[in-house]
């Protein structure tokens, strides 16, 4: 059985850093590509960064592109996602989410396996 879990999030003012990791098991992490998505009040779930299974492709949301940064370490079945520049607009629950696939996956339905979210507030 997959279990993710997602630890880092909180309250940051805003131009602040803030790292969030998702630490995997129940199957082999370093065969699976992975993302981080993220769900406003009253918006749609939407992927922020995605990472390949090897780490060496990564994908992100215009919006986050030059202020995030996803990645992985495979001998510790964790991924991060580093926020620098943060905005007020960046509040929102993150999950880390994982698929049955090797690479980048782009639609929600394509990702199987969820953690229980961690909420990030931005200050302005």
């Known amino acids: 059985q997959v279990q993710l879990v997602e630890s880092g999030g909180g309250l940051v003012q805003a131009g602040g850093p803030l790292r969030l990791s998702c630490i995997s098991s129940?199957?082999?992490?370093?065969?699976?590509?992975m993302g981080w998505f993220r769900q406003a009040p009253g918006k749609e779930r939407e992927l922020v960064a995605a990472?390949?299974?090897?780490?060496?492709?990564?994908s992100y949301a215009d919006s986050v592109k030059g202020r995030f940064t996803i990645s992985r370490d495979n001998a510790k079945n964790t991924v991060y996602l580093q926020m620098n520049s943060l905005k007020p607009e960046d509040t929102a629950v993150y999950y880390c989410?994982?698929?049955?696939?090797?690479?980048?996956?782009?639609?929600?339905?394509?990702?199987?396996?969820w953690g229980q979210g961690t909420q990030v507030t931005v200050s302005s």
């Open positions: 129940g199957r082999t992490f370093s065969r699976y590509s």
């Open positions: 989410a994982t698929t049955k696939y090797s690479f980048i996956q782009f639609k929600v339905e394509e990702y199987p396996y």
């Open positions: 990472i390949n299974y090897n780490g060496d492709s990564t």
